[in-house]
């Protein structure tokens, strides 16, 4: 398989001014302070980006070649222990579902009973299948919808008063892995999170997330600041990419760094009542940003403040090179609230 150029190597990704007034901006005021931060994902919110459960945006083709491209190249980072054989099917159910009702002009699926047709027309897919028979698919059911959605999903089981990661895939994550957590508890996979105000966060996204009835929908952003536009950051590569945040700061900090952030959604699935975690990724550079005046000052307002457990806990590189980088852009005038770009 030819390696993509988007995410990786020539690193040509970049956003078109349209959809980058649909990034979803993580920052509604000049101080951010860690919180779970979660509302209902009932698509609406300050940007396009927020008023689909599965966005679909102009990077879709790319962002599932990549996908392609590391499941071919590490097949482990989707796996699914087999007690979460419905689990897979709430999942085509609704991924199917949510994106042929919010991007009907790509998606279509067609349903007489068991027997469904699913339409992916960005893709050229047109698959008939029989709904719950893991044989009508080319490949299972799970990784059959996942291939085609941008973004990573992580399946929570619940046992007793606790969730487990006990399947997903995971071809964009920053910094963890899903063979290394496969199996682990909520608190073991936050157990490197050491302050104070993160760990009640912790805490309390648990607590919520184990009181989530079928169907409840929810999300939350979470940022950071990265070092080139490349998706996988997971541990199995770290040695492509891990140097790149130390030593010097790269020569050109508005081409090279990037807020990064995750749409993280959380879905209580109907049938097996497993929790669905998707982890959608979006990436705007220093230099895009600054054409949006609210956003560059605001976020050199939040990176300037940032308090400094924060800052640690968010591992933030070169913070005094960014901070300088977007300084010009900020001339201390108050600021709209709200997330949105103007």
């Not at 990786?8 to 509604?28: I, K, Q, S």
């Not at 005094?320 to 600021?335: E, R």
Request: aromatic share 10%; with cysteine; charged share 25%.
């Amino acid at each position: 398989m030819t390696e993509p150029q988007t995410f990786r190597n020539a690193l040509t990704f970049c956003n078109a001014r349209e959809t980058l007034l649909r990034f979803p901006f993580p920052f509604a005021a000049d101080r951010y302070e860690t919180a779970a931060n979660l509302e209902q994902n009932d698509r609406t919110g300050p940007c396009a980006a927020l008023r689909a459960l599965f966005d679909v945006d102009a990077h879709y083709r790319a962002e599932i070649e990549e996908k392609a491209f590391v499941l071919a190249r590490d097949p482990q980072r989707c796996t699914l222990l087999p007690h979460l054989d419905l689990a897979q099917w709430d999942v085509v159910e609704l991924v199917m579902s949510s994106l042929a009702r919010d991007f009907p002009q790509l998606f279509r699926l067609d349903r007489d009973g068991r027997r469904w047709r699913w339409r992916n027309a960005a893709l050229g897919i047109d698959q008939s299948f029989r709904f719950g028979d893991p044989d009508s698919l080319p490949c299972p059911p799970f990784e059959y919808i996942a291939r085609q959605t941008q973004g990573d999903m992580v399946l929570l089981a619940q046992r007793g008063d606790m969730l487990y990661l006990d399947g997903g895939m995971l071809t964009a994550a920053q910094g963890w892995s899903l063979p290394f957590d496969l199996g682990m508890s909520w608190r073991e996979i936050h157990g490197e999170v050491t302050g104070e105000r993160e760990q009640a966060a912790i805490e309390r996204g648990l607590a919520f997330a184990l009181r989530m009835q079928p169907e409840t929908q929810v999300r939350r952003p979470n940022w950071v600041i990265c070092v080139t536009p490349r998706l996988d950051n997971g541990l199995e590569t770290a040695a492509e990419w891990a140097g790149l945040y130390e030593g010097a700061p790269p020569a050109d900090l508005g081409r090279n760094l990037l807020l990064r952030v995750e749409v993280q959604q959380l879905y209580r699935l109907r049938r097996s009542h497993v929790i669905l975690f998707a982890i959608r990724v979006y990436m705007a550079r220093l230099s895009e940003i600054a054409t949006v005046p609210k956003w560059a000052a605001r976020l050199h307002r939040v990176l300037r403040d940032l308090d400094p457990a924060v800052a640690r806990a968010k591992a933030v590189p070169f913070r005094d090179d960014l901070v300088a980088y977007l300084a010009p852009f900020d001339d201390g005038a108050p600021l709209a609230p709200g997330r949105a770009p103007f």
